[in-house]
T-cell receptor, first 118, second 109 residues
Framework: DAGVTQSPTHLIKTRGQQVTLRCSPKSGHDTVSWYQQALGQGPQFIFQ???????QRGNFPDRFSGHQFPNYSSELNVNALLLGDSALYLCASSLGSRFAGESTGELFFGEGSRLTVL | DAKTTQPTSMDCAEGRAANLPCNHSTISGNEYVYWYRQIHSQGPQYIIH???NNETNEMASLIITEDRKSSTLILPHATLRDTAVYYCIPELGDYKLSFGAGTTVTVRA
């Protein structure tokens, strides 16, 4: 059973460019969340997708956008890259809604995509 | 949003129990407390979560005080592979977690 897979694992961009990161959730999961982890800090919630729509969003600018496909995979897009966007981007998958009792609430994380902006 | 306070770091001897404290005095009545750990260069890994009652699974035990203002994660027999950053996390929304800086736990032989 494949866990959460992310691609690419590493990439380097320059300021002003755009980047797309990809995530395939764990088999059977339908919810994908994205987190940004700067060096030496804990992950910060960016947004979450469920049923191809953004369900929740953290305190990130509109330069950060996403998409979820019918097969539940997801993309994170960042436009107009800044030096401060350099970070490890983590994807996490889960099932349905914990509040609705559809799951125990466990998030499964991928290994992340490390983005360096020069 | 609920905030948590954890020690910056702690050491533990291999084979001994590791007790990781967390203060979450601002947590609301319906917010679960989650514990995750992150081994260097890997994604976070779920450990355990709880609301009011103490919880135990194959990885750890979670002791929550009656007033829910603090909790303790117990790793019963620490191994070198348990060296990681441990996060005590309040759940802000449906699967929306607020990670702080965590506790860096170093297990020594």
């Amino acid at each position: 059973d494949a866990g959460v897979t992310q691609s690419p694992t590493h990439l380097i961009k320059t300021r002003g460019q755009q980047v797309t990161l990809r995530c395939s959730p764990k088999s059977g999961h339908d919810t994908v969340s994205w987190y940004q982890q700067a060096l030496g800090q804990g992950p910060q919630f960016i947004f979450q997708y469920y049923e191809e729509e953004e369900r929740q969003r953290g305190n990130f600018p509109d330069r950060f956008s996403g998409h979820q496909f019918p097969n539940y995979s997801s993309e994170l897009n960042v436009n107009a890259l800044l030096l401060g966007d350099s970070a490890l981007y983590l994807c996490a998958s889960s099932l349905g809604s914990r509040f609705a009792g559809e799951s125990t609430g466990e998030l499964f994380f991928g290994e992340g995509s490390r983005l360096t902006v020069l | 949003d609920a905030k948590t306070t954890q020690p910056t770091s702690m050491d533990c001897a291999e084979g001994r129990a590791a007790n990781l404290p967390c203060n979450h005095s601002t947590i609301s009545g319906n917010e679960y407390v989650y514990w995750y750990r992150q081994i260097h260069s890997q994604g976070p890994q779920y450990i355990i979560h709880g609301l009011k009652n103490n919880e135990t699974n194959e990885m750890a035990s979670l002791i929550i005080t009656e007033d829910r203002k603090s909790s303790t994660l117990i790793l019963p027999h620490a191994t070198l592979r348990d060296t990681a950053v441990y996060y005590c996390i309040p759940e802000l929304g449906d699967y929306k977690l607020s990670f702080g800086a965590g506790t860096t736990v170093t297990v020594r032989a």
